[in-house]
C-alpha cells in the first residue's frame, strides 16, 4: 500500500479547508451575481 502524503501542521490544514470553501463560494455565487446585475453586461 502506497503511503498517502499529510499535511505538515494542523494551521496547513486548516488555510487549505479556508481557501477552498471560499473559491466554491466564488465558483457559486458568481453566476448568481451576473445574472442579477445584468448578464454579461455586468464583466
Known sequence: ???TKNFA???GFI???VG???GMANVWGFPNKLGSNG???FC
Open 9 to 11: 501542521s494542523r494551521w
Open 15 to 17: 488555510l487549505a479547508s
Open 20 to 22: 477552498s470553501a471560499v
Open 39 to 41: 448578464g454579461v453586461r
Open 1 to 3: 500500500m502506497k503511503k
